[in-house]
């Protein structure tokens, strides 16, 4: 029932910028943005809410901007000033109404590098 693909990862340069997305489908509200590094958990990095409302990890806050499409189903993840440290796989979350839990896509890769 949910289909999520994620896209616009890739290898960048400190400091440097990424533009993810994130296509859904399926009966879902969209949820916001994880990532994983490498041997860590999952950890949330961004959210939004019905409302429109946003919140950050504090790792980024006034670094990322999350934003969605609610007609097209999409959620995209702005990221400015990048650290090594915001390396990994960053994953769309949204809620499935037909399951009631979260669901996540394959992920798109980040490499923050020189």
């Known amino acids: 029932q949910v289909q999520l693909v994620e896209s616009g990862g890739g290898l960048v340069q400190p400091g440097g910028s990424l533009r993810l997305s994130c296509a859904a489908s399926?009966?879902?509200?969209?949820r916001g943005w994880y990532r994983q590094a490498p041997g860590k958990q999952r950890e949330l990095v961004a959210t939004i809410n019905s409302g429109g409302g946003t919140n950050y990890a504090d790792s980024v806050k006034g670094r990322f901007t999350i934003s969605r499409d609610n007609a097209k189903n999409t959620v995209s993840l702005q990221m400015n000033s990048l650290k090594p440290e915001d390396t990994g796989v960053y994953y769309c979350s949204v809620w499935s109404t037909v399951t009631g839990r979260n669901s996540w896509g394959q992920g798109t890769q980040v490499t923050v590098s020189l």
């Open positions: 399926g009966s879902i509200f969209i």
